[in-house]
T-cell receptor, first 117, second 111 residues
């Protein structure tokens, strides 16, 4: 009964490179959420996706960041031209349906720690 | 804007004692709240949730209390164990699905 799977667990990039973070939701879950966590802080919402649809991207920076959840395969969070300030832990969560409609908790993966040199 | 906050950044308790972790929220329209536990190097782990039509909900060794009048909720852990040491977050779920997290309280359990 696999949980939310994220890879890689650790990712090191140099400034200006691209970072791709992957998330496979729990089996049967069709809703994916991405969050960012800085040290000593709570998680900050970035984006909410369903298969092939972005539902809410109000937490995504306007530039360099994008997310997708294709019909087949994992959800991808992509950060282009990374800068030092992108260093953080990025968490993915999934739920079987929209939390707002069913009040079902989101289940989280163990995150990707992104370090920018 | 909406915010969720915890009252104390760190709580230190003796093993076997009860722990109470507090959280305040600002959005009166919030209708669903979740407590998560996060251990070092891991993702948040679901502990317990509560809907706004309830005042109290109990799980195994944990109880969540919700006071909508003052927009406050608390997590009570009975007979705290060393394995309970972690950072605890309350989160408020909006009707759009996204979670608004508080800053977290670090629970330290002394043997």
């Amino acid at each position: 009964n696999a949980g939310v799977m994220q890879n890689p667990r650790h990712l090191v990039r140099r400034r200006g490179q691209e970072a791709r973070l992957r998330c496979s939701p729990m089996k049967g879950h069709s809703h994916v959420y991405w969050y960012r966590q800085l040290p000593e802080e709570g998680l900050k919402f970035m984006v909410y996706l369903q298969k092939e649809n972005i539902i809410d991207e109000s937490g995504m920076p306007k530039e360099r960041f994008s997310a997708e959840f294709p019909k087949e395969g994992p959800s991808i969070l992509r950060i282009q031209q990374v800068v030092r300030g992108d260093s953080a832990a990025y968490f993915c969560a999934s739920s079987p349906r929209s939390q707002g409609h069913s009040n079902q908790p989101q289940h989280f993966g163990d995150g990707t720690r992104l370090s920018i040199l | 804007g909406e915010s969720v906050g915890l009252h104390l950044p760190t709580l230190s308790v003796q093993e076997g004692d009860n722990s109470i972790i507090n959280c305040a929220y600002s959005n009166s329209a919030s209708d669903y709240f979740i407590w998560y536990k996060q251990e070092s190097g891991k993702g948040p782990q679901f502990i317990i949730d509560i809907r706004s039509n309830m005042d109290k909900r109990q799980g195994q060794r944990v109880t969540v209390l919700l006071n909508k009048t003052v927009k406050h909720l608390s997590l009570q852990i009975a007979a705290t164990q060393p394995g309970d040491s972690a950072v605890y977050f309350c989160a408020d779920s909006s009707n759009t699905g996204k979670l608004i997290f508080g800053q977290g309280t670090t629970l330290q359990v002394k043997p």
